[in-house]
């Protein structure tokens, strides 16, 4: 059965506001000595806290690191229970069987009666996922009018843990706190065996405690996604989700964007991929004494006069002969210097003397004196044996790719390409080469905007085509990558704003995703959407960018690009210049605007912007020739020419 989730927002009847509890107290302790001591950033108590509110906003939620130490865990708990009067605990790492895991021995002490059911599911829902489960201590239990759970320390075990217990957490808690209506509720839906109002999950990046999101006392948890049941007279006019600022959005896709793992790659297939190792020379370069220059090898002890010339030495050939003082030997750029030479006369300082009848030089005069090693490029010199020729994090180029194979590397460790899925949403679209568009219908044009400027980023793009605005078609596609898709993002345009037909974000809920943002503090592209999607092994990035076409490309440099570079291994940031406007500029009077502009560089030091036009987010022409996006802060009255702003930089100036 499903457990309804207490919160003000439930669906009940018009009196039981009243008997509503107060806000749920919650404390998260991370339990590593690592942790405590600073040497390990905490990822499992933040995404635990991150889970927790998405399952109930009105939790108030406290966060805390202690060593793997008993008295400290025991302080932490009691001091959050007993004194601050904390309705529920969970406590992350120390579970295990290493010498230093104390967290059961710490916790069991404190527990007036144990809950082995809830330990029980989880032992159970764990071993499913993992037969290493068996190795985890997990205890579970009440003191006073406090849940206690414990869970791993790892953030996957972690938060699959919390979220196999979830369900059940509202239900205990009304028990403990004898909130009855909400317990003759569940029970009473329990016993008509019909479903229980499922908890409402917000899905959005937060920082530091959430305090002051209300939902309407009329509305049930369910409201938000109640379109995608098709309840539509009873879904949400405004959008629960809180608006953030884009550096914010841009810092929530980055720290949860890590590189790509490394591949070998052959070096000529290898341009514009980033190095995931230093490479060192495997052997010195040039491998034997070349000449640098077309003249003779000599002795340079000899000097200037006439010598016997033994013959040619050319590039790609060794000489049979030695030479002896008195004698030289005709040389070629990058030829080996023959045994017995220690010197290179260039020809411009020599004379012929004698020729042989076939015109084969006999004899010359050396007019100048050398010294020993001139114009001979010596062994290594260019490059030693051991020495490190790229740097990991290095591009490679066409240079860099010379470089690796003239010193005979053929593979090289690179970072992966992304791999990126495309699809557009929404039934009113057709395929650009369609011969007949019916009415209400427009063609495809995002999709293949977007594919084109993955490709400029060098990633493996795979084109999932038109789907429908249907959950059916939607959840189709995204099982499918989910299950085996390979993808390590997918990028969507449409379905994200609060139309009925917008059921991306009811989806990604029902499939598990976390949302980490859902509108933006922008012009053009507030409900673009970020989220992350647990697939197999990994999470799959889902950027659900809106589905007018300027909007979809705007959001695309701002959000989904820092992210692929930083899977590529490259710095995830843009270059951002001050411009000098060539055009007046009005602002939004509420947001920020990204205002599509062409930079050129005139004879100023400061480049200058000129606007593209009329900026409708569906009015695609503005992006055509963008090579800048202006940031135009919000506020009234214009920018007249001249002000200086700052611009984001997209494309070639």
């Known amino acids: 059965f499903r457990c309804c989730c207490y919160s003000v927002c439930l669906h009940r009847s018009p009196n039981a506001d009243q008997h509503s509890m107060p806000g749920i107290l919650v404390g998260v302790l991370t339990v590593s000595d690592r942790c405590a001591a600073g040497a390990a950033v905490d990822s499992s108590g933040p995404a635990v806290r991150e889970l927790l ?100 320390g790892s953030k996957r075990a972690a938060v699959e843990c919390v979220g196999f217990v979830l369900p059940a957490i509202s239900h205990a ?145 060794m000489a049979s002969f030695r030479v002896e003082p008195g004698t030289v030997a005709r040389i070629t750029t990058g030829a080996p210097v023959p045994d017995g030479a220690d010197a290179v006369v260039q020809v411009e300082d020599t004379e012929l003397v004698e020729a042989s009848p076939e015109g084969e030089e006999k004899q010359i005069r050396v007019l100048s004196t050398v010294k020993p090693g001139c114009d001979i490029r010596a062994v290594g010199s260019d490059i030693s044996k051991g020495q490190r020729l790229l740097a990991a994090g290095s591009v490679l180029g066409p240079s860099e790719l010379g470089v690796l194979l003239s010193a005979g590397i053929l593979t090289v460790p690179v970072l992966r390409r992304p791999r990126v899925a495309v699809m557009s949403t929404g039934d009113e679209l057709v395929e650009p080469g369609a011969a007949d568009v019916p009415k209400g219908s427009i063609r495809d044009s995002n999709r293949f905007m977007l594919i084109a400027v993955l490709q400029d980023f060098g990633v493996d793009v795979t084109d999932l085509g038109i789907v429908s605005d249907t959950m059916d078609t939607l959840r189709a596609a995204f099982e499918k990558l989910r ?30 995703a976390t949302i980490h943002f859902a509108r933006v503090n922008m012009k053009p592209g507030k409900p673009t959407t970020y989220a ?99 940031i135009v802060p919000a506020g009234s009255g214009t920018r007249p020419q001249g002000s200086v702003l700052d611009a984001i930089v997209i494309d070639r100036l």
Not at 101 to 128: C, F, K, W, Y
Not at 190 to 213: F, K, L, N, T
Not at 217 to 236: K, L, T, W
Request: charged share 15%; aromatic share 4%; net charge negative.
């Open 53 to 152: 509110h998405q399952h109930n906003p009105l939790f108030e939620i406290e966060t805390a690191i202690v060593p793997d130490e008993v008295t400290a865990i025991q302080k932490t708990i009691t001091t959050w229970i007993d004194d601050k009067g904390f309705h529920l605990v969970i406590t992350t790492g120390g579970t295990g069987f290493a010498a230093r895991d104390v967290t059961p021995e710490a916790v069991g002490p404190l527990l007036d009666r144990l809950a082995p059911g809830i330990t029980a599911h989880m032992l159970n829902q764990s071993l499913h996922v993992t037969p290493m489960a068996m190795l985890s201590r997990p205890v579970c239990g009440i003191r006073k009018t406090a849940l206690v759970i414990t869970v791993p």
């Open 173 to 317: 808690l009304d028990l403990l706190l004898q909130n009855k209506v909400a317990e003759e509720q569940v029970h009473a839906s329990m016993a008509s065996g019909s479903q229980v109002p499922e908890p409402h999950v917000e899905r959005h990046s937060h920082h530091g405690h959430h305090h002051g999101h209300h939902c309407s006392h009329n509305a049930s948890q369910s409201d938000i996604h109640a379109h995608a049941r098709g309840r539509v007279a009873e879904r949400m006019r405004q959008s629960p989700y809180p608006m953030v600022a884009v550096p914010e959005a841009i810092g929530a896709i980055t720290s949860r964007t890590a590189a790509l793992p490394a591949i070998d790659m052959d070096v000529r297939q290898a341009r514009g991929m980033i190095l995931a190792a230093d490479v060192l020379a495997p052997e010195d370069h040039p491998p034997f004494p070349a000449s640098i220059k077309d003249g003779y090898a000599v002795v340079a002890a000899d000097g200037p006069g006439v010598f016997r010339v033994l013959g040619p030495v050319t590039a790609g050939g």
């Open 483 to 512: 299950d085996g898709g390979g993808v390590d993002a997918v990028i969507t345009s449409g379905g994200v704003s609060m139309g009925e037909k917008d059921l991306l974000k009811p989806l990604l809920a029902e499939l598990g």
């Open 532 to 630: 992350t999607l647990p697939a197999q092994d990994r999470d799959i990035a889902v950027f659900a960018l809106p589905g007018n076409p300027v909007s979809c490309m705007v959001t695309f440099h701002l959000f989904v690009a820092p992210s692929l570079r930083k899977m590529m291994g490259r710095n995830p940031g843009f270059p951002i210049v001050k411009v000098a406007l060539a055009n007046e500029v009005s602002p939004d009077h509420s947001r920020p605007e990204y205002h599509r502009a062409i930079l050129r560089c005139e004879g100023s030091a400061q480049p200058i912007a000129f606007s593209t036009g009329v900026q409708c987010s569906s009015r695609l022409l503005s992006m055509a020739g963008a090579n800048a996006l202006l």
